[in-house]
């Protein structure tokens, strides 16, 4: 497992199979030379730290991205009132985004015997969405219900989406379906949900996504799927708490030639 820890890294994906999941060594000509296509951030468990959050929105936009993408768990039990304060620190910063929930996002609703995504999707509107720009699909997919997994439609989406053509096709969730080393994974809570997290694994490997992208573990790492086909990045938590990296977000950029990386950056 290759586990990148510290200041902002950059990490590159190159299309062609001898060098898959290596990092690139790219001298300044072919910086020059190369122009980004598409850049966005990935934000996510920020739990109630909005502070956090904010300053890692302007640092993004900073960064020159397109658009932000959140992963999850933007509070600690889901409130409507937290989860309304989450929202204003994004839509204060006037960056576009796109959200999905995490299972903390839920906890509120769960309670109060409503469905479980109720409060979030009375804020932030539905958990699943596709994304398409410049030839790329993203499916931002909504696998925050611990005890339920993905729903009926949200598996309609992926699966149709992954059967359209496209220059790339990224996946990104809350919880991962599979991780080499954590236990804490999609699944870990119930074993209907486990296997269904074995199916999406498998769906992901058969499909040949590009990449998969994660929350929920407050670590930033980068390693392969069972059979090694796809590249998987679990993106570091915006909150300070429980948090053994520090507050930090990633920024996925997409070259021309449809060559990626990924940053990993450290909150400041």
């Given at each position: 497992m290759l586990v990148l820890i510290g200041l902002s890294v950059?990490?590159?994906?190159?299309?062609?199979?001898?060098?898959?999941?290596?990092?690139?060594n790219v001298n300044q000509d072919e910086v020059v030379a190369k122009k980004p296509l598409l850049r966005f951030?990935?934000?996510?468990?920020?739990?109630?730290?909005?502070?956090?959050?904010?300053?890692?929105?302007?640092?993004?936009?900073g960064a020159g991205i397109n658009f932000v993408i959140g992963l999850g768990d933007?509070?600690?039990?889901?409130?409507?009132?937290?989860?309304?304060s989450a929202k204003k620190v994004f839509d204060n910063s006037k960056?576009?985004?796109?959200?999905?929930?995490?299972?903390?996002?839920?906890?509120?609703s769960r309670n109060e015997g409503k469905a479980p995504p109720f409060n979030f999707n009375q804020v932030f509107g539905d958990a699943s969405r596709l994304i398409e720009r410049n030839g790329i699909q993203i499916v931002l997919l909504d696998n925050s219900d611990i005890y339920k997994g993905i729903?009926?439609?949200?598996?309609?989406?992926?699966?149709?989406?992954?059967?359209?053509?496209?220059?790339?096709?990224?996946?990104?969730?809350?919880?991962?379906?599979?991780?080499?080393?954590?236990?804490?994974?999609?699944?870990?809570?119930?074993?209907?949900?486990?296997d269904q997290a074995n199916q999406f694994m498998q769906l992901l490997e058969e499909r040949k996504v590009d990449g998969f992208f994660s929350g929920d573990l407050h670590f930033f790492a980068q390693f392969k799927s069972p059979s090694e086909a796809v590249k998987i990045t679990t993106v570091g938590a915006v909150a300070s708490e429980k948090n053994f990296q520090g507050p930090r977000f990633a920024i996925v950029t997409v070259w021309e030639d449809y060559s990626w990386e990924v940053e990993d950056v450290e909150i400041r």
């Open positions: 950059g990490i590159g994906y190159s299309l062609a199979k001898d060098s898959f999941w290596q990092k690139k951030a990935l934000v996510s468990d920020s739990e109630g730290e909005n502070e956090l959050l904010e300053k890692a929105l302007a640092q993004a936009e933007w509070t600690n039990v889901g409130t409507m009132e937290t989860l309304t960056l576009e985004y796109f959200m999905t929930a995490g299972d903390h996002d839920l906890w509120d729903d009926s439609g949200s598996w309609s989406l992926v699966t149709g989406s992954l059967s359209k053509p496209a220059k790339l096709h990224f996946v990104m969730v809350h919880k991962t379906p599979f991780h080499p080393e954590s236990r804490h994974v999609m699944g870990s809570e119930n074993a209907q949900v486990a």
